[in-house]
């Protein structure tokens, strides 16, 4: 007789509620905005974009196109165009600035979904002559048995899978081709509804290679999930909100290939306890237990040296990440630990450049931020109300008036004490590794990895993903306005924005550098197929061998 687990029921149930809905055919059609509200979406872009968007000028410059003034055009046909039409033209207008933190937010119909599909697409080889092969297949995704980690795709829909993926990034985010190359691919099987449209197609149709080298082509429906965020995410109405450098479409996707790829852990991610096993089956059992697994693991590599795995700074305590990131370097070898950011879609800013300290000696400088100059962030800094967020650019704002100066003057969002409060934790070298994929926090944390001096910064691709700034959700925003001569109304039907208010300069050796477009760059490394399937051992051996020699 065999009895049920009633936790393996709670896994089945949540996982259960997860999947919102079978196809997107099934996902219900976004609201009706007429033609008033969207005159009036329109008009609170071009307010908060014209007056608050830190990169503008910068965008400006580097597209030779003017957001500000394709929305003002939008506005003249918004009421003539269809539902569908005028949300693809003001995410058209806001893709085209290359920045992932500055997105149009739809209606509320999609809100919190990731369309899916049950496999993951990785690229290995130099930019000019990558291969694709399929990585991780979600458990029953399909009944071809040939379809399996390992296997080479071709074609997606009949496009060869390269032109496919290029195809894709000239509508993704990202400054440089191999920011965009690798968000587009990612994107073939993952995407954030909150922030781009759905697929235009319900199903795909995948052509490839099989390991014995036979080509079969086999069919795969978009579903859609919703991966939450875990219980110790920012919080929506804290004051760390306002210090948050992330990917918000990118964190939704982390969440989901979790979600699809191990189901039992996303499900309990709350029940994590550090003196019990990891529930990571399929995974090996040799990662170290944390109740902080969403953005935290750790394991040694040999008898010497260590991996810790930075998933996200998505956190909303940094002085818990510090003290469990503290607990897990304590259990690994002292010979030299690899610190790995690949994907990390960025988080609290606070809880990136305090975790600098724990590997050096040096003293961390942290990264610096400013405003844009211009009359609306003179009025929210002069405001009362924002007094302790933003009064200390204040004055250097309003000096901008007579000097003519574009940015007000570049100040920590981390105290410098605080980056340097607890001091060097692991003994041992250290080295860093990050993609393009690394976003955000994350290339902050990498800005000040190189910057201070703590060790090698080995780069897959040419740099992290360039996404130099603070961002607010237009809630944050409107509260940032109330009571002032400009504050803006609630925006129709759940649509809102995020937007860059804060732009980051580097400090240290970078000084006076912008991270946005640029990213961080470091020792060039190109994925192998072992690594893909393997474990990650020739990028692991590479970044060993740069512990040794010191």
Not at 160 to 172: F, G, K, L, S, T
Request: charged share 20%; aromatic share 6%; net charge negative.
């Amino acid at each position: 007789m065999t009895t049920t687990d009633p936790r393996d029921a709670r896994v089945r149930r949540l996982l259960a509620e997860a999947v919102t809905a079978t196809t997107l055919a099934d996902v219900p059609a976004a609201a009706h905005l007429d033609g008033g509200e969207r005159l009036q979406v329109v008009d609170t872009l071009v307010t908060v974009l014209g007056g608050l968007y830190s990169h503008l000028p910068a965008k400006r410059a580097a597209y030779a196109s003017d957001p500000v003034q394709g929305l003002t055009l939008l506005r003249r046909r918004a009421v003539d165009l269809t539902d569908a039409e005028f949300h693809l033209a003001l995410t058209g207008i806001l893709t085209g600035l290359r920045d992932a933190h500055t997105r149009y937010v739809g209606p509320v119909a999609a809100r919190g979904q990731v369309a899916t599909l049950p496999f993951l697409i990785e690229a290995y080889g130099p930019d000019h002559e990558p291969h694709f092969l399929v990585t991780k297949v979600g458990p029953g995704a399909t009944t071809d048995r040939s379809f399996a980690p390992g296997v080479e795709v071709l074609a997606w829909n009949g496009v060869p899978i390269a032109r496919a993926v290029e195809v894709h990034a000239d509508r993704e985010t990202g400054g440089r081709p191999d920011a965009r190359r690798s968000r587009a691919l990612e994107s073939l099987t993952f995407r954030a509804l909150d922030y781009g449209p759905p697929p235009d197609e319900h199903w795909v149709v995948v052509e490839y290679r099989t390991r014995r080298g036979a080509t079969r082509e086999t069919r795969f429906d978009w579903t859609v999930v919703a991966p939450g965020r875990a219980e110790t995410a920012v919080g929506r109405a804290t004051r760390a909100a306002l210090k948050v450098a992330v990917d918000p479409a990118a964190d939704a996707v982390r969440r989901a290939k979790k979600l699809t790829f191990v189901p039992e852990l996303w499900a309990t991610e709350d029940e994590a306890d550090p003196a019990a096993p990891p529930p990571l089956s399929g995974v090996g059992t040799d990662w170290i237990p944390t109740p902080l697994q969403d953005v935290l693991a750790a394991r040694a590599l040999d008898a010497d040296h260590g991996l810790l795995r930075l998933w996200s700074f998505d956190v909303g305590d940094d002085a818990a990440y510090l003290d469990e990131m503290t607990r897990l370097l304590g259990l690994l070898p002292t010979g030299g630990v690899v610190v790995d950011l690949r994907g990390n879609p960025g988080g609290l800013v606070w809880a990136a450049e305090r975790a600098l300290q724990l590997f050096t000696d040096h003293p961390v400088v942290p990264t610096r931020f400013s405003l844009v100059a211009t009359p609306l962030t003179r009025l929210m800094a002069a405001s009362p109300f924002n007094r302790l967020e933003l009064e200390a650019w204040n004055g250097s704002l309003q000096d901008a008036v007579s000097t003519g100066e574009q940015y007000a003057q570049p100040l920590p969002l981390t105290d410098p004490a605080w980056c340097n409060d607890r001091g060097r934790v692991y003994p041992g070298p250290a080295v860093a590794v990050v993609d393009p994929n690394t976003y955000s926090s994350g290339d902050l944390f990498a800005a000040g990895w190189v910057d201070n001096d703590v060790g090698p910064l080995v780069a897959v691709g040419q740099a992290t993903g360039g996404g130099g700034a603070n961002v607010w959700t237009l809630s944050q925003v409107r509260d940032a306005l109330a009571g002032t001569e400009r504050a803006l109304p609630p925006m129709p039907a759940g649509t809102s924005l995020t937007v860059a208010v804060r732009r980051t300069i580097r400090s240290g050796r970078g000084d006076g550098i912008p991270v946005e477009d640029l990213g961080i760059a470091g020792v060039p490394y190109d994925m192998t197929r072992d690594d893909l399937l393997r474990g990650n051992v020739d990028l692991q051996a590479f970044c060993l061998g740069l512990l040794r020699a010191g």
